[in-house]
C-alpha cells in the first residue's frame, strides 16, 4: 500500500485513500470471522471535507464498496450528509440521532466530546501518522533513492524518526543522534549497522546507513566530529566500528563548512 498506493499519496508520501480502504477492510474481515458473536455493522469518525484526501464526498463511497463493507459501514458524525446504510435502514440505529458535521473545523466534534465528558484525546490537528510529516516523507524519499528501490524493513521505518539525516554520498547515509536519548537509541542498532563515534572528545553516536568504502571513512568521521565537543580541535580521534568486528580509530579534522553540511541534509 505504501509503495504503490492505488489512489496516491496526498501532500506527503501518505497514501490515505488506500490506507482508509486497508483498515475498514480489515475491520470487514475481522466482522466475517466474528459474525456468531453478533457484529453486525462498523462505525467510523470519518466527517466529509475534514480531510482533503480521504475524507470528501467523492471518496467516501470509494472506502465503504472498495473495502467491501458498502452499506455495512456508518459514519455517525456526518451521517445525515451520506445516503442511510443499512444500520440505519433497517432501525438499528436512529438516524435522526446522528449528525451532519461537515468542513474542515473540528469545533463539533470537541462540543460532542465535552458533552461525552472525553478530555483526553489526540490533537486533531495533521494527520494521523508520520507519513503527513513532510521531512519525514523526504527520508522516506531519500532512503529509497539511495537503495535504488522501493524497499524497507520495520527498523528503517524507526530509524528514519530518529537523528539527523544527510547523505554526503549516493552509496551510504549518515544517522548521527541529536541528543542523549537518541545517542542510546542508536546503541541498539550497533549490531547491524557501521558506527562512527568521537573518542578523545564527547560525541554523538552515528549509524552508517548503506555500504560506506574504504576512502569515506575520514570524510564520515570528520562529519560526525563536527557535531561534537571537539568541532574546533585541531584533531579528534574517532573509531569506526563494524557490526561483529574489532572499532578501528582514526584521527579526523572535524569538518567546519555549515553550507555543506546543510545540503547534505535529507
Ligand atoms: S495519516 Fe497515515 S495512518 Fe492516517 S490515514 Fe493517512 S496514511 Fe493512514
Same mark, same amino acid.
Given at each position: 500500500m505504501l509503495l504503490n498506493p492505488k489512489h496516491g499519496y496526498g501532500?506527503?508520501? &501518505?497514501?490515505c485513500l488506500d490506507c482508509k480502504i486497508f483498515m475498514v477492510s480489515k475491520a470487514v474481515e475481522w466482522i466475517k470471522k466474528n459474525h456468531a458473536d453478533g457484529f453486525d455493522f462498523i462505525i467510523t469518525g470519518e466527517v466529509i471535507?475534514?480531510?482533503?484526501?480521504?475524507?470528501?464526498r467523492l471518496t467516501m463511497p470509494i472506502v465503504a464498496s472498495e473495502s467491501g463493507a458498502d452499506d455495512i459501514l456508518?459514519?455517525?458524525?456526518?451521517?445525515? &450528509?451520506l445516503p442511510a446504510t443499512k444500520p440505519e435502514l433497517e432501525g438499528w440505529v436512529d438516524r435522526e440521532k446522528l449528525y451532519d458535521f461537515n468542513g474542515r473545523v473540528r469545533t463539533p466534534q470537541m462540543v460532542l466530546a465535552e458533552e461525552y465528558g472525553f478530555t483526553d484525546y489526540a490533537t486533531p490537528a495533521g494527520g494521523c501518522c508520520f507519513l503527513t510529516d513532510k521531512s519525514y516523507s523526504s527520508k522516506l524519499v531519500d532512503l529509497w533513492q539511495g537503495r535504488g528501490s522501493r524497499d524497507y524493513e520495520i527498523d528503517d521505518i524507526m530509524l528514519l524518526k530518529v537523528g539527523r539525516h544527510l547523505r554526503p554520498k549516493g552509496n551510504y547515509k549518515l544517522i548521527i543522534a541529536r541528543d542523549e536519548g537518541e545517542c542510546q537509541y542508536l546503541e541498539g542498532y550497533r549490531k547491524q549497522y557501521t558506527s562512527i563515534q568521537s573518542v578523545s572528545h564527547n560525541g554523538p553516536l552515528a549509524l552508517i546507513d548503506g555500504k560506506i568504502e574504504l576512502e569515506d571513512y575520514n570524510h564520515a568521521a570528520s562529519i560526525v566530529a563536527?557535531?561534537?565537543?571537539?568541532?574546533?580541535?585541531d584533531n579528534v580521534e574517532m573509531t569506526f566500528a563494524l557490526p561483529n568486528a574489532r572499532a578501528q580509530s582514526i584521527m579526523v579534522q572535524p569538518l567546519t563548512t555549515d553550507q555543506v553540511l546543510k545540503e547534505w541534509h535529507v
Open positions: 501532500m506527503n508520501m &501518505n497514501p471535507g475534514q480531510r482533503p484526501m480521504s475524507q470528501r456508518l459514519r455517525p458524525l456526518c451521517a445525515k &450528509n563536527r557535531y561534537g565537543q571537539g568541532r574546533n580541535a
